[in-house]
């Protein structure tokens, strides 16, 4: 038998206004080259100043996580040649990180080991259009987490899983918008096999890895190309590698190198942070509920199934908003049908989340009760719905202009049904033989007679009562 282990370093941006050692914003941006100075650009005799936002938001996260943080935490100058490093060196962090020997616990998902939490200036970015390479410096200097973690798993699948709770967990600190596909968010993978009871294998790393599939498709790949080499008697090569995904394999990049080949020192441009009481006061002030802690609480106090406790407890935002709906007044059982089903329809449909719609939750309350209380009905609170999510309006002034009240007349509406039996005598027929499927035609000419103002289970009751008196 042969055993596997992962370990994921994790790169996130961090959500600052300018960059962690210079004025420059914080952005991104298809403009290349637009937002650098002679800081970022490592111009001779320049001075890098911490960002004070960066190191508070990298802080929050090493917390999150349970690390130990370090009483006195040292910048060092990481030096290796690229072009999209214009300094030829990086500030990082290696002996003494922000955050030490963490522990997560996730659903579905063993208790995962953090080695460390360090902060350092994120890299340019190489383009390559046709026949034309370019270096955009636009991303260098921008705050980057890097979060180690122990070979603490053992299934591709696994490590998915975590990159995923992962994602979700700092989008919810609000350090991070996770965005992948514009690299605020990457993982290099480090994956090793061996015989079962032998321990580590040899690492091999596959780098810039930007999706949770392939994710778990690189590391799928390695496992079976190690695997096929260690039972053929072959060593595995410590290496680093790379996803091809048009190929659907890992190719090599570079010989692995070690801390050493870095020649780290100390960065003699920025002092030790020694974070003090006050500042981890804030630090433990601003954790919140991660999402997995509360996917299973809003099982066990809201009574969700677990679909539903996953969709409402994707975004933090969407999940305030349950909560608060709730707290509104309106029932458990409507506030998450509505939000899984209307509004997200609505707002897929309008390309907005939650908090670039028009719809809050007093508005949403609003509706529902209406809804709960009969004054409206479904049809109605739809419309109005879709209204207040694209627009600045009032539902109660949208439900006057639309005149979407439910009718209250009883005799209005028997009127109605009278005239609607009479002209439709076949119709009438057909579900007096038996045929209950015309029952909704009634209904849905009935709805479109009184203007949607008409109660359709109560339609439905006096219909169905009428024609079981006629002879």
Known sequence: MIESFIGLEIHIQLLTKTKVFCNCKNEFTHVPNSHVCPVCMGYPGVLPVLNEEAVRKAYIVCRAMNCHLNEKAVFDRKNYFYPDMPKNYQISQ?????????????????????????????????????????????????????????????????????????????????????????????????????????????????????????????????????????????????????????????????????????????????????????????????QVELPWVRKRRFIDEYGLNEDGAEFLTEEKEKADFFENAVKGGISIANASSWMRGEVAKDLNKAKKSLGESFLTVEKFVTVIKLLESEKINAQAAKKVMDIIINEDADPMQVIEKNNLMQTADSGEVEAMVDKLLADNAKVVAQIKGGDQKPIGFLIGQLMKTSGGKADPKKARELILNKISQLG
Not at 146 to 164: G, R
Not at 184 to 196: A, G, H, K, L, P
Not at 244 to 253: A, C, I, Q, S, Y
Not at 255 to 263: C, G, I, L, V
């Open 94 to 286: 290696f002996n003494s990180p922000f955050g030490v020997k963490g522990l997560i616990e996730m659903e579905g998902v063993p208790k995962v080991r953090i080695h460390d939490a360090h902060l350092e200036e994120d890299a340019g970015k190489l383009v390559h259009e046709g026949m034309t390479s370019y270096c955009d410096y636009n991303r260098a200097g921008t705050p980057l987490l890097e979060i180690v973690t122990e070979p603490d798993f053992k299934k591709p699948e696994e490590a998915e899983l975590f990159m995923q709770n992962f994602r979700k967990m700092v989008r919810y600190l609000g350090v991070c918008d996770g965005n992948m596909e514009e690299g605020s968010m990457r993982c290099d993978v480090n994956v090793s096999v061996n015989f079962e009871g032998k321990g580590l294998g040899r690492k091999v790393e596959v780098k810039n890895l930007n999706s949770f599939r392939h994710v778990k498709l690189a590391l799928q790949y390695e496992i079976q190309r190690q695997s096929r080499m260690i039972t053929a008697g072959e060593s595995v090569v410590q290496e680093t590698r790379l996803w091809n995904d048009e190929k659907k394999r890992t190719e090599g990049m570079r010989s692995k190198e070690n801390a050493n080949d870095y020649r780290y020192f100390p960065e003699p441009d920025l002092p030790p942070y020694c974070p003090t009481k006050e500042f981890l006061a804030q630090i433990d002030a601003a």
